[in-house]
């Protein structure tokens, strides 16, 4: 009997004393289990397992619920009376599935980031492993269904008169005794009847496999590639110097070949046999970026990504932890995958606000993997065209090394920026009329054109001419949006749907008119102004479901269309090698926002939506319409550059001393009562108020002041020192955890906030 300390996914800080039985003799049981056939998977391994312990998971009673848990700590002294504590009900797993170094991590984490252990531990493992699972087989692996032959079948010696009459069958056994096959090959030859008829016979069985996938290690070819431009080839050089930990911020403009250096720089660590996880954002894992690793290596390289179900999540996490795989691509939550033989992180396009999560555990999936790279030791690549002032700041520091390519490489030149004053012009569907004879010139010498619009939808709002009401989502006080595809009116905040009313709620007339301009509406008008072209739109509606944005971005690409409506989608990354003209509408309020991020965000989407236009042979510009051409943020941008843009901002930050000189951390709460909200961040300011080296800022509503009934307010704290910063969150969080209120309100801890 030993008492053991779980981690379990509950809002409470402390780990939880559990009794465990472990007798000396059943570890070796266990591994005789383990040595006889290590790709089978044996259920029913018993309860009294004491073979690494730490790190796997065990079932636990919490309160009237059985819960999943982490074991953390063994042998430990416990405050309590052994026989008050509760028993562990199961061990779920025969080998860790958190090593030590996760556990580390997830410790560091939950001080970072000021959240329960137990729930940081659980974001750290695949989804499928954090469920109970039912039944008796716990080994913590995906397996693939095999075929093999029932191991009595060789007894059988009229197995010939067994099958006589059945060519099929007859076929499958003779294949089976070459060795035992995935059903899924089989499926294609062999009917379920088939399958069945054998299994009735006991002349087969069915097994489950942990699949032992094929060594990519002598799979490894190297395909044909371009010759490295200087730049590129200073850029591979100092990567490849770069032993152990050491994180570099490649800046490179749109199209100067980013990721033929990434492609470049892998290629000595997968020939040592060394693994190589590269983070993309959400929207950015298509099969073009994956097609371009496997085209290059000749090896299977595996994805992680919203897409994919827990089976199939789980595989991947498992194969990148047994070596058996050599490239993982994946968005945010990939960070977590632990490799055998891990040779380098890869961040591309390091400043997209996907690496951050929202919600729950508020983590940076880039903070995360300068973590892991110290941890493991091993270089860190961040990439961009627009990096976040964050890191810029830290390579202009000298924190980072700081790789620049300031051209396109191949024979693409950059292109063009300009700016359209539009105050006072005629416009049709918000387009200026001399918008419109630039697209024209474009369309007719067979280009592609590209449309911006930061709004799906057909308009934001639906307004009643005669009395001015505007249809709002009460619980959001937000207006709707009006959807003419779907025929509804949609809340973008709680995503409430209402159907189209024919009449004004307010005073009963009918003449309800949109206003402003969304991608629907947009892609409409430019099918009637250019009816001689085929449009597309490309948004969150219609990328909706598995494949589909792959599908768009591959028609796009074979020119199926001509003209190209969009949101902020259109400008990740993608190679349009036929887009020579691209047009951003309706940024100007960016112009004035009260978000210190603001000028941030639209340089960058700006230039990124720039970046898609003359990426190949074709030379391409970029108009921005605008009613303030005069502003000094555009006028920066587009006559300087991003890069110019940004160091400007970054002393612009430094006078207000504003992240990234200061650290932040934001306090938000939520309730259906705004006093309450308020109230309690009141509290908070006051408490922070000790603490003589942090401003209070606050509190303030945040920016989406309310939602789905809940008002939402927000209180900043900030700091000259990160360290002071987090030593004084930590004493407020806990005297905070203390106070009765904290228990009426939705609160939450983000640490250095990118979103207000
Ligand atoms: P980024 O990742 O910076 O957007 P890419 O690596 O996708 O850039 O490169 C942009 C285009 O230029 C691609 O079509 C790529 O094949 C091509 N390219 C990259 N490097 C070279 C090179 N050294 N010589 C010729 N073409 C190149
Ligand atoms: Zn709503």
Redesign the pocket.
Known sequence: MQVIQVAIAVPMPQLFDYKIHTPAAAGSAMSEVLQSDPLLVKADLGDTVNVDLIGCRVLVPFGPRKCVGIVVRVNVESDYETSKLKSVIEILDIAPVCSQQMLTLGKWMSDYYHHPIGEVLQTLLPAALRKQQSGKTRAAVATQPYLQLDADSAAQSDVDDLLARSVKQFDLYRLLEKGRQPLSAIKQEFTPAIVKALTEKQLIEKVDVVEKPEEWTTQLTISEK????VE?AMAISTINLASGFDTMLIE?V???????VYLQIIEPLLAAGKQVLILVPEIGLTPQTVGRFEKRFGIRVGTLHSNLNDTERLQVWQQAKDGSLGIIIGTRSSIFTEMKNPGMIIVDEEHDESFKQQDNLKYHARDIAVYRAKQLNIPLVLGS?TPSLESLHNALEKKYRHILLPNR??S?AMPAQRLMNIKGQPMQFGIAQGMLEKMQIQLAAGNQVMVFVNRRGYAPALLCHQCGHVEQCTRCDNPMTVHKSANNLQCHRCADIRALPKACAECGHNELDTFGIGTEQLQQGLETLFPDYSTVRVDSDTVRGKGKLSKLLKEINQKKYQILVGTQILSK?H?FPDVTLVVILNVDSALFSADFRAPEKLAQLITQLSGRAG?SDKVGEMWLQTHCPEHPLLQDLINNGFSDFARYALLERKHAALPPHEHQICIRSESQHKYLSIHFLNLCAELFTQFKHAKVLGPFPAFIEKKQGRYRNLLIIQSASRKYLQQATEQANKALSEMPVSRQVRWSIDVSPIDF
């Open positions: 371009p010759l490295p431009n590129q490179g749109t199209g100067s070949g980013k990721t033929e065209a490489a191949g693409a990354g190679h990426r």
